[in-house]
């Protein structure tokens, strides 16, 4: 029976979570890799029972045409094709069986989940986000360890703000983290390629989705 760890995140509750730091010779071989390396990285290896998809934001607000903040990003989706690799990732998660999520807030239009990338009946929606980080006024941390999760992929609003927030959490909670830059946006594209750059491997393992959906079929 295959475990479905699509975690759709709308944030809005309150909880506290265990604060598991990695250790400082990780942090510092993971930096010295990340600036140093001159070989391909190694192939991208996933369990999906031990995998879910985290996915950010993806609301009308950001992600369609008439939302408030669509004409801010949207230069920076069509550049990656944020959308349309997003949907490429969650249907290759879902198909692997792993658990997806995605986070967002009130039920308006604005900030209802996007058409492309709406939550299926079996997915996780992890509701309670007051701030920028996905872990810090909700319960995901939780709902990922109940379901033995120990990689976190990464996509979704705003590359340099949630989703980064959210990226440092989870790596200081000790999970395995994975951040996904063609499926992720921000409000210019100078920016995108600066958290890339400069602080993303750092704090997780910058990919994209083919590399993603290839660790995930293997």
Same mark, same amino acid.
């Given at each position: 029976?295959?475990?479905?760890?699509?975690?759709?995140?709308?944030?809005?509750?309150?909880?506290?979570?265990?604060?598991?730091?990695?250790?400082?010779?990780?942090?510092?071989?993971?930096?010295?890799?990340?600036?140093?390396?001159?070989?391909?990285?190694?192939?991208?290896?996933?369990?999906?029972?031990?995998?879910?998809?985290?996915?950010?934001?993806?609301?009308? &607000?950001?992600?369609?045409?008439?939302?408030?903040?669509?004409?801010?990003?949207?230069?920076?989706?069509?550049?990656?094709?944020?959308?349309?690799?997003?949907?490429?990732?969650?249907?290759?998660?879902?198909?692997?069986?792993?658990? &997806?999520? &995605?986070?967002?807030?009130?039920?308006?239009?604005?900030?209802?989940?996007?058409?492309?990338?709406?939550?299926?009946?079996?997915?996780?929606?992890?509701?309670?986000?007051?701030?920028?980080?996905?872990?810090?006024?909700?319960?995901?941390?939780?709902?990922?360890?109940?379901?033995?999760?120990?990689?976190?992929?990464?996509?979704?609003?705003?590359?340099?703000?949630?989703?980064?927030?959210?990226?440092?959490?989870?790596?200081?909670?000790?999970?395995?983290?994975?951040?996904?830059?063609?499926?992720?946006?921000?409000?210019?594209?100078?920016?995108?390629?600066?958290?890339?750059?400069?602080?993303?491997?750092?704090?997780?393992?910058?990919?994209?989705?083919?590399?993603?959906?290839?660790?995930?079929?293997?």
């Amino acid at each position: 029976m295959k475990f479905r760890k699509i975690i759709s995140i709308a944030l809005f509750a309150t909880s506290t979570t265990a604060f598991v730091a990695p250790s400082t010779t990780a942090f510092a071989a993971r930096t010295s890799s990340h600036k140093m390396a001159t070989t391909e990285p190694p192939a991208i290896k996933l369990d999906p029972s031990e995998t879910a998809c985290v996915m950010i934001e993806y609301q009308n &607000e950001f992600a369609t045409e008439g939302g408030a903040l669509h004409d801010a990003v949207k230069e920076c989706m069509q550049a990656t094709g944020t959308l349309g690799n997003s949907r490429k990732v969650m249907d290759a998660a879902r198909d692997a069986g792993i658990k &997806e999520g &995605e986070l967002f807030k009130a039920r308006e239009w604005g900030s209802d989940f996007c058409d492309l990338m709406k939550p299926a009946e079996n997915d996780i929606i992890c509701k309670g986000k007051s701030g920028l980080c996905g872990f810090a006024s909700t319960n995901l941390d939780f709902l990922l360890r109940q379901n033995g999760i120990k990689n976190v992929l990464l996509a979704g609003f705003l590359t340099n703000c949630c989703v980064e927030s959210s990226m440092r959490s989870a790596y200081e909670l000790g999970y395995n983290v994975y951040t996904l830059k063609d499926c992720c946006a921000a409000t210019s594209i100078a920016a995108q390629d600066a958290a890339y750059e400069h602080n993303f491997g750092m704090f997780s393992v910058p990919t994209t989705s083919n590399e993603i959906i290839d660790a995930l079929k293997a």
